[in-house]
Nanobody
Framework: QVQLAESGGGLVQAGGSLRLSCAAS????????MGWFRQAPGKEREFVGS????????FYVDSVKGRSTISRDDAKNTVYLQINSLKPEDTAVYYC?????????????????WGQGTQVIVSA
């Protein structure tokens, strides 16, 4: 069973940047599509972005498109989410997830393993 551990969250001022990491253990993420999701206070968890097993198919939610980058380093068994030009509305707990297949996907039901999340707070 794959365990996922997110890190890199914290308090940042609006306009700043963060790079979140998702380290996997208990199994390899090579060959698996990976995703990032977030849940803001009082809201449902939403899709942020995803990457397929080769890194050639990447999706982003419109609200972060153009200022975010998802990448993966299978040698390190880690996936990353870089978000620039952070806004207060980016405040949320960010989760990474390992997919049931090799593809890049938006639906949460396409993901089998989830991390515990890392908190991101963006101050105005």
């Amino acid at each position: 069973q794959v365990q996922l551990a997110e890190s890199g969250g914290g308090l940042v001022q609006a306009g700043g940047s963060l790079r979140l990491s998702c380290a996997a253990s208990g199994g390899r993420i090579s060959g698996i599509g990976m995703g990032w999701f977030r849940q803001a206070p009082g809201k449902e968890r939403e899709f942020v972005g995803s990457i397929n097993w080769t890194g050639t198919s990447i999706f982003y939610v419109d609200s972060v498109k153009g200022r975010s980058t998802i990448s993966r380093d299978d040698a390190k068994n880690t996936v990353y989410l870089q978000i620039n030009s952070l806004k207060p509305e980016d405040t949320a707990v960010y989760y990474c997830a390992a997919g049931r297949g090799s593809y890049s996907s938006r639906p949460q039901t396409d993901y089998r393993y989830w991390g515990q999340g890392t908190q991101v707070i963006v101050s105005a």
